[in-house]
């Protein structure tokens, strides 16, 4: 006598079912552990970005310190040279007075011939 170890219908119902539902919760580990990679990669890449973005900030603001330092150091070169030569023009003005009187009133001239010619 043989005896055939059939499973019954309802056994093997069961066993796919069993088998469905040990999928379904190894898709939703993986789903599970794929979401918190992309939520540690998504925070590791906003971390690198805040940083990268203070690096550019400070080094922005570093330049910006030198170009005022270097444009305050332009502005008092440029007005000291202009004070020497305000000083060297009343020193010759005092020296020669009728000569820059002259001077002036010839630019007077030319700056009227020009302005009237428009």
């Given at each position: 006598m043989t005896t055939h170890n059939r499973t019954?219908?309802?056994?093997?119902?069961?066993?796919?079912?069993?088998?469905?539902k040990d999928i379904?919760?190894?898709?939703?580990?993986?789903?599970s552990v794929a979401r918190d990679a992309v939520s540690e990669q998504a925070t590791q890449l906003r971390d690198a970005a805040s940083e990268r973005a203070a690096d550019l900030r400070t080094a922005a603001t570093e330049r910006a310190e030198q170009w005022r330092d270097t444009a305050g150091e332009y502005y008092e070169k440029g007005r000291e040279r202009a004070m020497s030569l305000e000083q060297t023009l009343e020193d010759k003005v005092r020296e020669k007075p009728l000569q820059a009187l002259l001077m002036a009133a010839g630019l007077g001239v030319l700056v009227g011939m020009c302005w009237t010619r428009r």
């Open positions: 019954s219908p309802q056994s093997a119902t069961d066993q796919i079912r069993d088998k469905a379904k919760q190894n898709l939703q580990d993986m789903g």
